[in-house]
T-cell receptor, first 114, second 112 residues
Framework: EAQVTQNPRYLITVTGKKLTVTCSQN?????MSWYRQDPGLGLRQIYY???????DKGDVPEGYKVSRKEKRNFPLILESPSPNQTSLYFC?????????????FGEGSRLTVL | GENVEQHPSTLSVQEGDSAVIKCTYS??????FPWYKQELGKRPQLIID?????GEKKDQRIAVTLNKTAKHFSLHITETQPEDSAVYFC???????????FGKGTSLLVTP
């Protein structure tokens, strides 16, 4: 089944404790992206990647890191989480060079930073 | 960067009525305008999209119109049903689908 898989789905952590949210897609998509969703603010892009070893900042990259060492994986790293990073995070992927720009979203990861 | 404004933030209609959600964008170079639907507790999913070389696109009860001169686009849902209740997001992109900038969302409630 074609899908984008995120882990963990739910996480409660404390300020300053490094964490990684993994994202993996099995559709051989070149493009991958991370969004955060907050009430009243919609979906805001954190980072995106056009291909392996190519990453770019989105609108709200502060406090986050990403890497794209393999085509299928695009982990989101919070080196020193803070309470303002409490949010619902979505990973998404999309094929490049097709007639549609459809984003395929993962199920989301709800992160709480105390 | 691109700024996408979406109105209204909430919309309540009776079953069978039409619903219209409007978005404006700031960058005239934007060329791709998708709409996503997010049901409660679920992921966003694409329901319809339009490119800048097209003025209108329709898919059954859903249609999207684009006015490039005014830099706005709208989602039209006809004959609404309770299962249309969800949050709808518009988006715009300069790069045919990548680095999408989303509006803040419209919560649509369809009452029986």
């Amino acid at each position: 089944e074609a899908q984008v898989t995120q882990n963990p789905r739910y996480l409660i952590t404390v300020t300053g404790k490094k964490l990684t949210v993994t994202c993996s897609q099995n559709m051989n998509h070149e493009y991958m992206s991370w969004y955060r969703q907050d009430p009243g603010l919609g979906l805001r892009q954190i980072y995106y990647s056009m291909n392996v070893e190519v990453t770019d900042k989105g609108d709200v990259p502060e406090g986050y890191k990403v890497s794209r060492k393999e085509k299928r994986n695009f982990p989101l790293i919070l080196e020193s989480p803070s309470p303002n990073q409490t949010s619902l995070y979505f990973c998404a992927s999309s094929p490049l060079g097709t007639n549609t720009g459809e984003l395929f979203f993962g199920e989301g990861s709800r992160l709480t930073v105390l | 960067g691109e700024n996408v404004e979406q109105h209204p933030s909430t919309l309540s209609v009776q079953e069978g009525d039409s619903a219209v959600i409007k978005c404006t964008y700031s960058d005239s170079a934007s060329n791709y305008f998708p709409w996503y639907k997010q049901e409660l507790g679920k992921r966003p999913q694409l329901i319809i999209d339009i490119r800048s070389n097209v003025g209108e696109k329709k898919d059954q009860r859903i249609a999207v119109t684009l006015n490039k001169t005014a830099k706005h686009f709208s989602l039209h849902i006809t004959e609404t049903q309770p299962e249309d209740s969800a949050v709808y997001f518009c988006a715009a992109s300069l790069n045919s689908g990548y680095a999408l900038n989303f509006g803040k969302g419209t919560s649509l409630l369809v009452t029986p």
